[in-house]
């Protein structure tokens, strides 16, 4: 996962870990950093999913919701997944932090790739 030719020009370091250090910075930067990338958890099933599209968007999946309305691709998605055993995570990134949102395109962009089934995008688009 060398991303040389995609760097911007910064300062290198060198640091000798032993493998449980390397094992808690995981855990660590997981904890700092996990809600940041990977959101919490909104929904694991199907009733929390509609509760979810009922808080966030304010629509009705149930009774007034239909094939073209803004977020219908969204939802189906995100049932679908629901549907395979996945559960649903959502957060924000702020539009100012342009370096922190292009990192987590790539993260997503490589856990996709690496995480085959395990994980999928469903709406990553960070712009206004």
């Known amino acids: ?40 958890k909104e929904a694991g099933s199907e009733e929390e999913l509609a509760a979810f599209f009922r808080e966030q968007y304010g629509i009705d999946v149930r009774n007034d919701f239909y094939e073209g309305d803004e977020h219908y691709e969204e939802y189906r998605e995100a049932q679908q997944a629901i549907a395979e055993g996945m559960s649903i995570y959502g957060g924000s990134i702020a539009f100012e932090e342009e370096s922190l949102a292009e990192l987590a395109e790539q993260i997503w962009k490589d856990m996709e790739e690496e995480e085959g089934k395990g994980f999928r995008r469903i709406n990553t688009m960070l712009e206004e």
């Open 1 to 40: 996962m060398d991303r040389k030719e995609d760097r911007a020009p910064a300062s290198r370091f060198l640091l000798a870990e032993n493998e449980e250090a390397v094992k808690r910075q995981k855990e660590l930067l997981y904890e700092v950093l996990g809600s940041v990338f990977f959101g919490k």
